[in-house]
């Protein structure tokens, strides 16, 4: 027949269970995707400065009531941290390049290093954000446990059963 139905060529009925393949595999990228940010996040711990902070540090900035009326119009009025890197300090204020912006609603923009000023009286709380050895160790140990468990659950590595027939291959009762 000349035509044929977009709707079963779409939705894999044609394949049988190809729709629902191809779904699964959609979902366990999903959750690969996210435990993998989960262990790159995992490496890094923020600490309260308890020194003045040098350039090149990345901080975790908290804004107060007054930071997100004053800092409104430069990265939104919902804004409640910022996240970026120290180019240089004063008294009364931090020069950073912006990373992120995170909103009262949860969600956050990326930015891309663009220049900002904030004056110290507009936040509630700074961090510093460290790269932690010790988390880093831990999650490089749980990933190659990992990889370790499903290879030989797999027998990918060469340990497989031996219970083989290697038989002598002559076919007519010899």
């Given at each position: 027949?000349?035509?044929?139905?977009?709707?079963?060529?779409?939705?894999?009925?044609?394949?049988?269970?190809?729709?629902?393949?191809g779904?699964?595999?959609?979902?366990?990228?999903?959750?690969?995707?996210?435990?993998?940010n989960?262990?790159?996040?995992?490496?890094?711990?923020?600490?309260?400065?308890?020194?003045?902070?040098?350039?090149?540090?990345?901080?975790?900035?908290?804004?107060?009531?007054?930071?997100?009326?004053?800092?409104?119009?430069?990265?939104?009025?919902?804004?409640?941290?910022?996240?970026?890197?120290?180019?240089?300090?004063?008294?009364?204020?931090?020069?950073?390049?912006?990373?992120?912006?995170?909103?009262?609603?949860?969600?956050?923009?990326?930015?891309?290093?663009?220049?900002?000023?904030?004056?110290?009286?507009?936040?509630?709380?700074?961090?510093?954000?460290?790269?932690?050895?010790?988390?880093?160790?831990?999650?490089?140990?749980?990933?190659?446990?990992?990889?370790?468990?499903?290879?030989?659950?797999?027998?990918?590595?060469?340990?497989?059963?031996?219970?083989?027939?290697?038989?002598?291959?002559?076919g007519?009762?010899?």
């Amino acid at each position: 027949m000349w035509f044929r139905s977009s709707t079963s060529a779409s939705f894999g009925a044609e394949s049988g269970s190809g729709w629902l393949a191809g779904h699964r595999k959609r979902i366990a990228g999903g959750f690969l995707l996210a435990f993998l940010n989960g262990v790159a996040s995992g490496c890094y711990v923020n600490t309260p400065l308890v020194a003045a902070p040098v350039p090149g540090s990345q901080l975790d900035m908290e804004l107060n009531d007054r930071g997100r009326v004053g800092l409104g119009e430069s990265v939104g009025p919902a804004a409640t941290t910022v996240e970026g890197t120290l180019q240089s300090l004063t008294d009364s204020a931090y020069m950073i390049r912006v990373a992120s912006v995170g909103y009262v609603n949860g969600q956050s923009n990326k930015w891309n290093g663009e220049p900002l000023t904030i004056q110290k009286e507009f936040l509630k709380d700074v961090s510093e954000r460290r790269f932690s050895r010790s988390r880093s160790f831990l999650a490089a140990a749980i990933i190659t446990a990992g990889v370790v468990a499903f290879a030989v659950t797999r027998s990918l590595l060469g340990a497989g059963n031996s219970d083989r027939d290697t038989g002598g291959g002559g076919g007519n009762g010899q």
